[in-house]
């Protein structure tokens, strides 16, 4: 059971870091955007990176330098903050006594617990969650599982920011991001709960070709990978995730233009790639956007995981 338990804490860590433009391709996924003579730099992350993965590429501590603001999606509460930490699962969790097994078709129920089964766990102990803290949980086991876990892109930066004394911005409130997990999956509990672990079957190959595409800078992929399927499958999700989001980005990304400082903003990859990317937004308005590529630079600031 505590072994159990302390599953369920560090999935709710991971929650905290996980909210998934033309093809081409480059040396990374860092972009600069400009309009006249302002610019500043849009950097794609990925929320959970192997420590394998790095040094980060030199185009990302580039940015890094150059800002005097970093802009993230939204202020992760620390790891040790057990207050916190149960906050966010009280958000994610059922009241009035629901579970979520009651809102399963009963083929998809049976191949949920026949998964928790294959990680030692079982629907009981989840039945309390909402879809999307399920599906956290269940990608958290099977990136433990295939060793893949790391802090990821966002962490890496935030933590750099606070000893840098870099300032920090966000562009959501962890409150928000709560509340859109809370809306993910609801009134679609089996497609949904389906989907994530039809994701699963190939969990590995899936990860490891983002990453790839996201260290290549290769949109392209990045669209096959990241969005097409969950339009396809999930586009309830898509909507919520990433095509709103980048919508209440815009304005926010636009208001930064016309100062005399300069910003990094990270956000995860997969707002970066398709059709209604960030990227693609911003030129639709009008902006210049171009791959930023910095040859024979050393990062001092990204050579090595923290």
Same mark, same amino acid.
């Given at each position: ?97 629901? *579970?979520?097994? #009651? =809102?399963? $078709? @009963?083929?998809?129920?049976?191949? %949920?617990?026949?998964?928790? +089964? ?109 969005? *097409?399927?969950? #339009? =396809?499958? $999930? @586009?309830?999700?898509?909507?919520? %995730?990433?095509?709103?989001? +980048? ?60």
């Amino acid at each position: 059971m505590k072994s159990f338990t302390k599953k369920i804490v560090s999935a709710s860590v991971l929650l905290s870091c996980s909210l998934l433009a033309s093809a081409a391709h480059a040396q990374s996924s860092v972009w600069q955007v400009s309009k006249g003579n302002d610019s500043l730099f849009i950097g794609g992350t990925v929320h959970i990176l192997p420590k394998s993965e790095m040094p980060l590429p030199t185009e990302f501590g580039h940015a890094y330098a150059q800002a005097d603001t970093i802009f993230l999606e939204a202020p992760a509460p620390d790891p040790s903050d057990a207050t916190a930490q149960m906050q966010m699962l009280k958000a994610l969790s059922y009241s009035n006594n629901e *579970k979520l097994s #009651q =809102k399963l $078709d @009963p083929q998809v129920k049976a191949s %949920l617990e026949n998964k928790l +089964n294959e990680f030692g766990a079982n629907l009981t102990k989840l039945d309390n969650f909402r879809p999307a803290m399920v599906s956290i949980v269940l990608m958290s086991m099977e990136l433990q599982k295939q060793n893949l876990l790391g802090e990821g892109v966002d962490a890496y930066f935030a933590k750099k920011a606070t000893k840098d004394n870099k300032t920090k911005s966000y562009l959501e409130t962890m409150e928000f991001q709560l509340e859109l997990f809370k809306a993910m999956g609801q009134n679609n509990e089996s497609n949904f709960i389906k989907y994530n672990l039809a994701q699963l079957n190939n969990y590995g190959g899936i990860f490891k070709k983002l990453v790839s595409a996201w260290r290549e800078g290769d949109t392209n992929t990045l669209n096959q990978v990241a969005i *097409k399927e969950m #339009q =396809k499958t $999930d @586009p309830n999700s898509y909507k919520l %995730l990433i095509s709103d989001r +980048n919508n209440n980005w815009l304005p926010k990304v636009e208001a930064m233009f016309g100062n005399d400082k300069s910003e990094f903003i990270l956000v995860g990859v997969a707002h970066l790639a398709g059709q209604d990317s960030l990227l693609t937004l911003l030129e639709n308005r009008g902006y210049t956007v171009s791959l930023l590529e910095v040859d024979n630079v050393v990062a001092a600031t990204t050579k090595e995981a923290e």
